[in-house]
Nanobody, 127 residues
Framework: QVQLVESGGGLVQPGGSLRLSCAAS????????IGWFRQAPGKEREGVSC????????YYADSVKGRFTISRDNAKNTVYLQINSLKPEDTAVYYC????????????????????WGQGTQLTVSS
């Protein structure tokens, strides 16, 4: 059974940091492109970062460049999202997702490309 489980969200003060985890089961995570997405109340889901499965290249939305870092631990079948310099506008439910359309492919930040999704983890940035 394919499953993605996010963890690591919580309440953080502006300027703080935390790391989100996305643990995969039922498939080998590094075979597929993995993306991180977020959805704030009343807004559409947006892609924030992804990591390709062909060469490990990473991509970031302009709004998070320089503050977010995506990485992958193949031994743990887990993808991480390190978030620094948190801002109130980062408040959202964060989801990870797997693009299973192609093995060893380049990733994109379009949610439509992703098939398997986790349940999400809430990140709230507030003082």
């Amino acid at each position: 059974q394919v499953q993605l489980v996010e963890s690591g969200g919580g309440l953080v003060q502006p300027g703080g940091s935390l790391r989100l985890s996305c643990a995969a089961s039922g498939f080998t995570l590094d075979y597929y492109a993995i993306g991180w997405f977020r959805q704030a109340p009343g807004k559409e889901r947006e892609g924030v970062s992804c990591i390709s499965s062909n060469d490990g290249s990473t991509y970031y939305a302009d709004s998070v460049k320089g503050r977010f870092t995506i990485s992958r631990d193949n031994a743990k079948n887990t993808v991480y999202l390190q978030i620094n310099s948190l801002k109130p506008e980062d408040t959202a439910v964060y989801y990870c997702a797997a693009d299973i359309s192609l093995l060893f492919s380049i990733c994109v930040l379009s949610p439509a490309r992703y098939y398997y999704w986790g349940q999400g983890t809430q990140l709230t940035v507030s003082s």
